[in-house]
């Protein structure tokens, strides 16, 4: 990948960051895809006092107050699907993933998401190249190398052409305003320009399926669970897998106890 814009870079900059910083809980996938688990809220010990409400005075305050009881609790509530003490916990995670594994992500509805726009700047100028494992069915190269290097090179001049695109329309609205047709687009600096902003909406109609882009997801684990569910199974697109397993690695490792048992009651497929 040869051309980046300077947002693009900075972006890149703090992947390299994030990764160093919190190496437990931040992965990179390929050239410019990232998932970080940056907070979660709540433990076992939530969903087991909050699935005791009704039958049990007892609370716990800490993971390390669990007995074999509760394990075995939280098993059985794990396996039999019992909802809502799920949705007492939170996670949120951030990842760089290209717009075609998004348009799949987004699908799981019950979540919140805050997703880059490039209405207001212009788009991550890095795009998904399949390396060979992604290429590979069954041995099998089902795109070669040579083809993806085509791909690769038609994916930079789109990129390219929005750049350059983008320039000259910046131009014609500077030269607009110097010759005073248009007015100053901005008057309050923290206003985006309307010219520039337009411009930027328009042209990225041009960018790829394969353009990285960069979401903020808050989940409970209720929904989390049927994300994994649905995400790691082998029918699941390589791509969106490789993200549901690197986002459940990361969990696995935030939540130890509970993801041995999500695993026990067979719910992940790895
Ligand atoms: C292999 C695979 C192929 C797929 N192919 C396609 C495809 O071709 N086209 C396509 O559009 N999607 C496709 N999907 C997406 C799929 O249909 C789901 O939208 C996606 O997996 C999210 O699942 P979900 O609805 O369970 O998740 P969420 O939206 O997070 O919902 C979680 C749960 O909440 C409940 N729920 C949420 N909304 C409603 C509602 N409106 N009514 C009732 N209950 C609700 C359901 O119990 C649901 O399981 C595919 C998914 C997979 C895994």
């Not at 433990?43 to 800490?62: K, Q």
């Not at 075609?100 to 979540?111: A, N, T």
Request: neutral net charge; aromatic residues 14%.
């Amino acid at each position: 990948m040869t051309m980046q814009n300077e947002g693009t870079r900075e972006i890149a900059e703090e992947i390299e960051a994030r990764t160093k910083a919190n190496p437990d809980f931040a992965r990179k996938l390929g050239d410019f895809g990232f998932i970080e688990l940056e907070d979660t809220w709540g433990d076992e010990t939530t969903i087991l006092n909050t699935a005791r409400v009704s039958t049990s005075n007892r609370r716990l305050r800490s993971v390390e107050d669990l007995t074999e009881k509760d394990r075995t609790l939280l098993f059985h509530l794990l396996s039999q699907h019992h909802g809502t003490p799920f949705e007492t916990v939170y996670f949120r995670f951030r990842f760089i993933a290209p717009i075609f594994v998004l348009r799949q992500w987004v699908k799981h509805r019950i979540s919140t998401w805050n997703e880059f726009s490039m209405r207001y700047r212009k788009p991550i100028s890095a795009f998904y190249v399949p390396d060979r494992e992604a290429r590979t069915v069954h041995r099998f190269e089902v795109v070669s190398a040579e083809q993806t290097e085509r791909y690769a090179a038609l994916m930079e001049r789109i990129f390219e052409f929005y750049e350059a695109e983008y320039r000259i329309s910046c131009q014609r609205i500077d030269e607009a305003v110097e010759k005073g047709l248009i007015p100053e687009g901005k008057t309050d600096p923290a206003a985006r320009n309307p010219y520039r902003a337009r411009a930027r909406e328009i042209l990225r109609s041009a960018i790829p399926v394969s353009a990285y882009s960069d979401v903020y997801w808050t989940v409970n684990f209720r929904s989390l669970m049927n994300f994994f569910d649905l995400r790691t199974k082998e029918n699941a697109q390589y791509e969106i897998r490789e993200y549901a397993l690197t986002a459940f690695d990361l969990f696995a490792k935030k939540f130890p106890l509970l993801s041995d048992l999500y695993k026990k009651a067979g719910q992940i497929h790895s």
